[in-house]
């Protein structure tokens, strides 16, 4: 990477030259370490993630007002109410839509920011398999997975897009926009890697069993959605993410924890009752 910065700083005017010196002074001090205790370079701040996020979402709700669907509603709030709670934060500072929209995904934006389509709340067919994607999506936000890409962003693609990402504090560049979750409505698909997935399933296995729910349902999950892909072109959710073989095996690697984080609660008492609208 450092070879590749030094080979296009030479393409570079003086002004930009100077973006990419501080970029690269960054890369040398700028780790820090995910909640699964792995290394991550992060370039950008977390006040400059929450605006970019929540700016993000504010345009994809005027874009694609969210359901006021009262059933579906109140399903995702009694999830990820608890959701929220196990893993440590306060649910009246996240905002959780529903999309009306047939695909099944979901999606996760800085600044504490969810959306759930009504695709996916249809195919995942008990609450533990919603509380799964739910999980999931907060995993990627406290695991800081847009700063990670942006980050890489800045240390590895062209002089425009460092400049727009690192000096434009309000209008982002399209990549940006991309890294941080915010893609497939702008024509732009920046996939989470393999590693990103993999965390945020760990995470949002844990967080799912602490909770409450059952996490064995994650693993049915990702095989309903193996199943419901079929021979055609997967969706988003899945196209974006892991093999679902890999996956399955993965999440069945950690699924001894799971279990016993989740027989704890259930020993404590804690009951989860949220039922499924009708569709
Ligand atoms: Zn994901």
């Known amino acids: 990477m450092r070879i590749g910065m030094l080979n296009f700083n030479q393409y570079l005017t003086q002004p930009l030259r100077v973006v990419v010196a501080v970029s690269t002074l960054l890369l040398a001090t700028a780790c820090s370490t995910s909640p699964t205790g792995r290394n991550q370079m992060i370039l950008v701040s977390d006040g400059q993630m929450n605006e970019m996020g929540k700016a993000s979402f504010a345009q994809m709700k ?53 959306g759930v389509h009504t695709g996916m709340i249809s195919l995942a067919e008990t609450p533990d398999q919603l509380a799964a994607v739910i ?34 504090g309000v209008e982002y560049g399209d990549y940006a926009l991309a890294a941080i979750g915010v893609g497939a409505q702008y024509g732009l698909i920046l996939p989470y890697s393999r590693t990103h997935e993999t965390e945020a399933d760990y995470i949002g296995l844990l967080i799912m069993a ?53 027989q704890k609660a259930i020993a404590q008492g804690v009951v989860v009752d949220c039922i499924k609208p009708e569709f």
């Open 135 to 168: 999980g999931h999506e907060i995993g990627h936000v406290q695991a800081k997975h847009g700063a990670e890409r942006v980050s890489m962003g800045m240390a590895t693609q062209t002089a425009q897009q460092v400049s727009a990402v690192a000096l434009n």
């Open 62 to 114: 005027s874009d694609n007002p969210p359901s006021i669907d009262k059933a579906f509603n109140d399903y995702v709030m009694c999830l990820s109410t608890p959701l929220l709670k196990a893993a440590g934060e306060n649910p009246s500072e996240w905002e959780v839509k529903v999309f009306d929209d047939d695909s099944p995904n979901a999606f996760a934006l800085p600044g504490k920011k969810i």
């Open 210 to 262: 602490k909770a409450g729910f059952n996490p064995d349902q994650a693993v049915a999950l990702w095989q309903k959605m193996k199943q419901s892909s079929g021979g055609n072109a997967p969706p988003e959710f899945l196209s974006t993410h892991p093999a679902h073989g890999t996956r399955i095996r993965d999440l069945g690697n950690k699924q001894a924890e799971a279990r016993e984080l989740y």
